[in-house]
Every structure is written in C-alpha cells, then in structure tokens.
C-alpha cells in the first residue's frame, strides 16, 4: 500500500516568507507526527496529532510555526517569516495508534532551504 | 536537553565486519527503544526495537543489546555488507497512555561498509 507522501520534495524561500509543506498519511492512521531534521542532528519532534483531539504542540520552537490536520488525514505545516535557521529536513510520520507498540511510519521529507 | 546520546558520529566498517553503535540515555520513563534506518532522501525506517525488559533481541544480522542498570543500548551488524550504508539512530519513547509518546532521537550514525 502506499505509505506517508510529502510535499513538495524540496523547497527554496526567501528569508522572510511564509511556507506550507504538506503531509499525507497512511490511510487509517490515526496518529501523525511532525519531526525536524537538522544536519547532522537527530530528528526533532515538533507537533503530534491524535484523532480528534486537541494536538500536542509542545515541541514547536516558535510561535511562527503552526500545524493543522484537515478531516483527521491531511496535514499542512506552516512557517510564518521563514529565517535561515528554519532550514531542516521536515519529517511527517504516522501511525495505527500512539502508544503501545504501534510503529512510526515516516515520509520521505521536505528538504526547505532558507536564502 | 539531549536525552539520548549515541556515538559514534561516523563508523567505517569493512564488508564481513561487525559494526556497532551506541547510545545512553537518562530518562529512565523510556520504555520502547527502536533503531532506525535511513538511506539519502529517503525517511527513517524501522530496524529492530527493544523494550526494557529483555537483555537482547536479535532479528537477522541485527541485534540489539540492552543494559538497563547502565541505561545504554547498543546496536550490532553482523557480517556487514555495503548495502547497509546508511545513517543509524536510536531512539526512546515515553510517554502516559493517550499522549503523544513521540520518540526522543539519538543524533544519528553514518555507517559506510566498504567492498
């Protein structure tokens, strides 16, 4: 079956812009997570979506940064006045369920590249 | 506040070799421990996971080792073959039920297995 898609696949702005970088999860995966790769650092999470409830937004580093789930499938992650320390691989995963055991699926990424 | 470390930062390995990566970590809520694989433009996929309760786990050449007393965990490639050049990471997770349990990553290894 088809798993997470990203889009786009890279993406170059000018400091200063606002950008959307999309994430579509595996068709009944409840959960969906958004992570920050850094080069050369470990992935950072950033945003958590469950269901219907309210999402976890505890890792966003800003208040430039915001997420949205539409009909509990489809994500949009929005960086408002991009800066050049916003250039990172964004990673969305998904999963069945959080908790227990269920495994994390990921995207392939957007690579966004701050000018 | 790195929560995981891992280490080494780059591991050269000759093919038939045995490769190993290590990481700690301080919280001692973690209970899911799983290695990640990840190729160029590609998203981390899971390896092998480990839940504290068991020293070992071994899935083909891969095997994780898991010292709960140490609060480390190492991860062993047997027999090392070029196709498993990639960046490693090693991950938590922790969490209460109905959270996030978003996992906490290591900072990666890059792993080249020459010819």
């Known amino acids: 079956g088809a798993g997470v898609s990203q889009s786009p696949s890279n993406k170059v702005t000018e400091k200063g812009k606002d950008v959307e970088l999309r994430c579509d999860p595996i068709?009944?995966?409840?959960?969906l997570y958004w992570y920050r790769q850094s080069l050369g650092q470990g992935l950072e999470f950033l945003i958590y979506?469950?269901?219907?409830?309210?999402?976890?937004k505890s890792g966003l580093p800003s208040d430039r940064f915001s997420a949205e789930r539409t009909g509990g499938s489809v994500s949009t992650l929005t960086i408002q006045r991009t800066q050049q320390e916003d250039s990172a691989v964004y990673l969305c995963a998904s999963s069945l369920q959080a908790g227990g055991l269920y495994e994390q699926y990921f995207g392939p990424g957007t690579r966004l590249t701050v000018t | 506040q790195q929560q995981v470390k891992q280490s080494p930062q780059s591991l050269i390995v000759q093919k038939g070799g045995i490769s190993i990566i290590n990481c700690a970590y301080e919280?001692?809520?973690?209970?899911?421990f799983p290695w990640y694989q990840q190729f160029p433009g590609k998203g981390p996929a899971l390896l092998i996971a480990i839940r504290p309760d068991v020293s070992e786990k071994k899935e083909g050449r891969f095997t994780i080792s898991f010292n709960k007393s140490a609060k480390q965990f190492s991860l062993h490639i047997m027999d090392s073959q070029p196709g498993d050049s990639a960046t490693y990471f090693c991950?938590?997770?922790?969490?209460?039920?109905?959270?996030?349990?978003?996992?906490?990553f290591g900072s990666g290894t890059q792993l080249t297995v020459l010819p």
């Open positions: 991950a938590a997770r922790s969490g209460p039920a109905g959270s996030a349990r978003q996992l906490t």
């Open positions: 919280n001692t809520a973690f209970d899911y």
């Open positions: 068709s009944g995966h409840t959960a």
């Open positions: 979506f469950q269901g219907n409830s309210a999402p976890d």
